[in-house]
């Protein structure tokens, strides 16, 4: 239940590998888990053999399906057409859950809003609630920010609430500290992230499927029992096959399906362990 830890080889995929020293494995994945990457392979003793570039989800599945790392830690499940590329060039991928999460969507702690229902959620980011006045909270226009297109916390936020495109009114901002930041420090923002994204001056919402339903904020319990309609899980993708695993890949993935010593790494970084 780990992550997992994807080589670039940088002479192989430049593309990839923008920010890694000559001869470092350079890893693509999910940027919600980019502290858990970078402590792990800290703990396992691979940090001068491999750096964590994170960049979302959509950035590790195409590295590994294209065959340039062996594992790809997601915050989503891969695609059936990723996996139908994969066939085709002979790379087997298998799934590993490592833990969950939830999205949180986050003001500022001056908001006095507490909840939302999905729908209002829609509304805002289809831009058509546009003040906080409008949804119970100061007369203020919304400020509203969202992960990009290649980020796996995006489709799991377009997905779980229903959201098919995102008005002009949303501005997107390229990683989960970017949120933070705009968050806690801009009175009227709203925006969504992994949970790592909470800080002293910013808190996530209540949410609740519809109006009529219970709320659930994001707690521990309710996102293990998927009641947050937020919650999800977590993954990593692991290749083999046409693809031969580097030796630092092989040590990482085990460490990282090895829960004695990942599942501290993880609530450490405030994700939930599975069981």
């Given amino acids: 239940m780990k992550k997992s830890i994807f080589a670039l080889a940088l002479v192989s995929a430049p593309a990839f590998a923008q920010n890694a020293a000559p001869g470092i494995l350079a890893i693509q994945g999910s940027d919600t888990l980019a502290g858990f990457m970078s402590d792990i392979i800290v703990n396992s003793g691979l940090e001068e053999q491999m750096v964590y570039q994170g960049g979302g989800s959509g950035k590790g599945e195409a590295a590994i399906i294209a065959g340039l790392q ?3 830690p997601m ?15 002979g790379i087997q991928i298998t799934e590993h859950t490592i ?4 999205v949180g969507l986050f003001v500022n ?3 006095k809003l507490k909840q939302l229902d999905l729908a209002q959620v829609v509304d805002i980011y289809t831009c058509k609630t546009t003040n906080w006045s409008q949804i119970g909270g100061d007369n203020a226009a919304i400020v509203v920010y969202r992960r990009d297109d290649v980020s796996g916390t995006t489709d799991t936020f377009k997905s779980l609430t229903g959201l098919k495109e995102f008005g002009p009114c949303v501005t997107i901002l390229k990683e989960t500290s970017d949120i933070a930041v705009a968050t806690s420090t801009e009175a009227h923002a709203i925006a969504y992230a992994g949970l790592s994204a909470g800080r002293p001056e910013n808190h996530a919402l209540s949410l609740a499927k519809t109006s009529a339903d219970k709320f659930y904020a994001p707690t521990p319990t309710n996102i293990r029992s998927f009641n947050y309609p937020l919650s999800r899980t977590l993954y990593v993708y692991e290749a083999a096959g046409a693809y031969s695993k580097k030796d630092a890949e092989v040590q990482l993935l085990g460490n990282i399906i090895d829960r004695s010593f990942a599942d501290p790494i993880l609530v450490d970084n405030e994700f939930y362990t599975v069981d």
């Fill in 109 to 111: 702690t001056a908001n």
């Fill in 99 to 102: 833990g969950l999460d939830g």
């Fill in 75 to 89: 915050s989503r499940k891969i695609k059936p057409e990723a996996l139908a590329t994969a066939e085709k060039a």
């Fill in 70 to 72: 062996g594992i790809a």
